[in-house]
């Protein structure tokens, strides 16, 4: 129920966010995440001309058992034709001192958020899709409690 108010209470906040193009959360129910379960996001582009940041977003807790999350994305056109594809790692806890990293709204609940394609103009306007995938050498993850994608137009500040 917790990870419930926190979502809706992000959902607000975020609502402001004229540059926001797109962000959805996929919450995990068991609170992990295995291997052999990739979560997409679908999208549509408008104005092709602009520039946009891509971001993934990890919500986890205290029982995540690693300093680092390897995800791999895939970005594909409404074609099914593969745009980008790239390995990503990031650190969720200090690897010296088990400090975690990431925003804390309650507790042991950190939030994420990873920046993989910069400034990227996409070929034409039209539906995507972004798949997220683990590749931690774990076949299942414990204490990864959501996952999510957001796509920003580029700002120059």
């Not at 609502?15 to 052999?36: I, K, M, V």
């Not at 994420?112 to 990227?120: A, G, N, R, S, V």
């Amino acid at each position: 129920m917790r990870i419930v108010i926190i979502f809706f209470l992000l959902g607000l906040l975020c609502s402001c966010d004229p540059d926001r193009l797109y962000e959805q959360n996929t919450e995990l129910e068991h609170r992990y995440w295995r291997a052999d379960e990739s979560i997409a996001f679908d999208f549509k582009i408008v104005d092709a001309s602009q520039p946009y940041n891509i971001y993934y977003n990890i919500r986890n807790s205290l029982e995540y058992p690693y300093a680092r999350l390897f995800i791999q994305y895939t970005l594909a056109d409404s074609s099914g034709m593969q745009v980008d594809k790239k390995l990503n790692a990031q650190f969720l806890f200090d690897q010296k001192t088990g400090k975690p990293f990431g925003h804390s709204g309650i507790g042991d609940i950190f939030d994420h958020q990873f920046l993989i394609m910069e400034k990227y103009t996409f070929k034409y306007p039209g539906k995507y899709q972004l798949m997220i995938e683990q590749y931690n050498r774990q076949d299942t993850l414990m204490g990864v409690l959501a996952v999510g994608a957001r796509i920003e137009r580029f700002t120059s500040k």
